[in-house]
């Protein structure tokens, strides 16, 4: 007689258990309320929304200013047409042009202006104090340590090339 446990049935479902429902419940609230709370800041203060904010922060990293469009669509979390519509308006402020490679002509990169990284410095202390104040100021140092590490795995699954990316970069910002 064979003990081992028979293979799960493909048809049946998963359900959540009412702790995971309700995990579930305040993951998809803060989901939903998050994005549009930090838009609204940054739009008011700025006249960015967060998508080009995200855009000129990354542009902002690397030392020349200049991030290829493809890899800028990733690190902004968008699709090439949203990140072309983007551009196209922080390139009609003004604050971001479009340039060859270096190395490669075909390929187009984006490259912050000063008068971005101008934008960018004076976004950024209003966007700080909306981030603290919605996520930071509630948790505990333990919690904030928590969340670092869950977003990590949930981004792990959901797009693992995103997850090195921000291994990457938090692997510079912790030193």
């Known amino acids: 007689m064979n003990s081992a446990t028979p293979p799960p049935d493909p048809d049946e479902v998963p359900w959540l258990s009412s702790e995971e429902l309700a995990a579930w419940i305040s993951l998809t609230g803060m989901l939903m309320t998050l994005p549009g709370a930090i838009d609204a800041q940054l739009k008011r203060d700025s006249g960015l929304n967060f998508f080009e904010y995200s855009i000129l922060v990354s542009l902002e990293r690397p030392e020349d200013h200049k991030v290829r ?101 938090s692997r510079r910002v912790e030193g």
């Open 69 to 169: 469009m493809s890899v800028l669509a990733m690190m902004a979390g968008g699709s090439m047409s949203r990140l072309s519509h983007a551009v196209s308006r922080l390139e009609k402020q003004g604050w971001v042009r479009r340039v060859a490679s270096d190395g490669e002509p075909r390929c187009i990169s984006a490259e912050l202006t000063e008068e971005g990284l101008a934008a960018l410095v004076a976004a950024a202390p209003g966007h700080v104090r909306e981030a603290r104040r919605l996520v930071f100021d509630p948790l505990t140092a333990t919690q904030v340590k928590q969340m670092q590490r869950i977003c990590r795995e949930i981004v792990g699954v959901t797009d693992p090339a995103s997850a090195a990316t921000i291994d990457e970069i």
